[in-house]
């Protein structure tokens, strides 16, 4: 009788499975993928880094997280502009593993300018400007372009 109470409870035990990395990293990438296929992300731009390959490599981050981001080089030859350190953007893309390092990312396939961000305006001196300024006027002349190249468009 103990035997069959001790078997029984042996069959009540959850299934083991145990994955390889490679398995859990592959099966985390295609979950991702799949429900963060066109996504939009705001935040400001660190660590930007163009490669002699073409790609850019960045960070976005806000005041809580952040996310690496690449631009391939087919995108990023369309882009109009470039990122820059403390600017603040809107980038569409999707999310990705890079299974060598178990690392989400973001492939981004457009870039926009939303301003210069809180964190890069927190590190500036209140008098004078400086290159908080510069920053802002470089992201204000391309909003300014785009909404013109649009209503040229329309018009």
Known sequence: MAEKVKQFELNLAPERKIW???ELTARISGVLASQFSNLWVEGEVSNYRPAQSGHLYFTLKDSKAQVRCVCFRAQAMRLKFRP???LKLIVRGSISVYEPRGEYQV?????EPSGVGALQRDDQPVEGGGAAKRVEMHVTRHVVDARARVFA???
């Open 84 to 86: 820059e350190d403390g």
């Open 107 to 111: 492939y981004v396939e457009h870039i």
């Open 20 to 22: 390889s990395v490679t």
């Open 153 to 155: 468009r329309h018009s």
